[in-house]
């Protein structure tokens, strides 16, 4: 099985991206984030004629997540439980081929000890309770944008950008809980490198400096981590025209 997850930034915007990426590399599922469309407005019709079937949660403008899969994905199930919160339309789930897969679009916290931040830290709370109800034993693929980047080889600067949001402790203490629960960092355990980055700002030429984080993620539990083939980021998109400031990170397993 071909996994992959990609925060595309407008759906609208990349839908010639992600149908070109799709023909030419065929992955089974693929997980997006930042839809940023309403679900009346999804575009099902353009990955249908590609034999592929979608389930989105989506709304305008902000947000949105959605699972393009070979086959229709069963029990599916949208939303993260925040008693006494908005709902913002950031997680959806369902399994493929008895796989449960958890496509997440993490809050990105704007600013370390903001109120957005807060928001962050609270909204991974809600999702460690969620997860921590499902059996670990069992094929787990938690994926999407985190938008925190787990260690100091996954940025450029580990010293400039200590402290800084999607690298602050509190955001990475978080993160690891996951990692506790049972859950391993896919990309990380198929390749020890430093710097292999999937988000780059569209400022200060970014991704010609490689100036880059490793924010967007597939965790997985044992049952598949047992079974990784290869993983790898895709940096072609990031190359087009027009194109998201996130790279694809993919899984064969």
Not at 18 to 27: D, F, H, I, K, R
Not at 94 to 110: L, M, R, T, W
Not at 163 to 179: A, P, Q, Y
Not at 217 to 233: D, E, M, N, Q, Y
Request: hydrophobic fraction near 40%; include cysteine; charge should be neutral.
């Amino acid at each position: 099985m071909i996994l992959a997850t990609w925060n595309v930034n407008s759906l609208n915007v990349r839908l010639p991206h992600v149908v070109e990426w799709l023909t030419t590399n065929q992955p089974d599922v693929l997980a997006i984030q930042e839809t940023k469309l309403a679900d009346e407005k999804f575009p099902k019709a353009a990955f249908a004629e590609l034999g592929y079937a979608v389930e989105f949660f989506g709304e305008k403008t902000y947000n949105g997540v959605a699972i393009v899969s070979k086959k229709p994905i069963e029990n599916v199930s949208r939303g993260l439980v925040q008693q006494g919160v908005p709902q913002q339309c950031r997680l959806i789930e369902g399994s493929f081929d008895g796989v449960h897969i958890i496509n997440v679009y993490i809050p990105n916290g704007q600013e370390v000890g903001s109120q957005k931040y807060e928001y962050k830290l609270s909204w991974l709370d809600h999702l460690h309770e969620h997860i921590n109800k499902l059996p670990k034993d069992k094929p787990i693929c938690l994926l999407g944008d985190f938008n925190i980047a787990p260690a100091d080889e996954d940025v450029y600067d580990p010293i400039e950008t200590r402290g800084t949001i999607m690298v602050s402790d509190l955001e990475r203490s978080s993160l690891d809980r996951f990692r506790v629960w049972g859950l391993s960092d896919a990309f990380r355990e198929l390749n020890k490198e430093p710097k292999q980055f999937s988000w780059w700002d569209y400022r200060m030429a970014a991704f010609r400096r490689n100036l880059g984080y490793r924010i967007d993620h597939i965790w997985v539990t044992a049952p598949v981590k047992g079974s990784l083939k290869r993983g790898w980021i895709d940096k072609t998109p990031r190359k087009l025209e027009r194109p998201s400031d996130h790279a694809p990170v993919i899984i064969e397993f």
